[in-house]
Nanobody, 120 residues
């Protein structure tokens, strides 16, 4: 059974930081990533990491502010979010990508989501 369990969301002021965690189980050779969905906006793939070679990708909207990392021993992926902006407010979903770290692909599995709210 595939499980993706997110944690770490919350409320933060603009300029602050949060770290999201995703505990993944039941997966082999999937890339793990983060998508977000804000009200009235299209879903956005923001970052992913390849389990095979550690390659990472970022959306332009978060590049330089967010960092994705993984602890393969713990099967956990982290998203460190710095310099947060009000426009980062969204539900953040941990996802699994069967065909590698590609942010334009539709994820194969989704977590339940965690709310991130950035106040101005």
């Amino acid at each position: 059974e595939v499980q993706l369990v997110e944690s770490g969301g919350g409320l933060v002021q603009a300029g602050g930081s949060l770290r999201l965690s995703c505990a993944a189980s039941g997966l082999d050779d999937y890339a793990i990533g983060w998508f977000r969905q804000a009200p009235g906006k299209e879903r956005e793939g923001i970052s992913c990491i390849s389990k095979m070679d550690g390659r990472t990708r970022y959306a332009d909207s978060v590049k330089g502010r967010f960092t994705i990392s993984s602890d393969n021993r713990e099967n956990t992926v982290y998203l460190q979010m710095n310099s947060l902006k009000p426009e980062d407010t969204a539900v953040y979903y941990c996802v699994a990508l069967q065909f590698g770290c590609v942010l334009t692909d539709d994820p194969d599995y989704w977590g339940q989501g965690t709310q991130v709210t950035v106040s101005s």
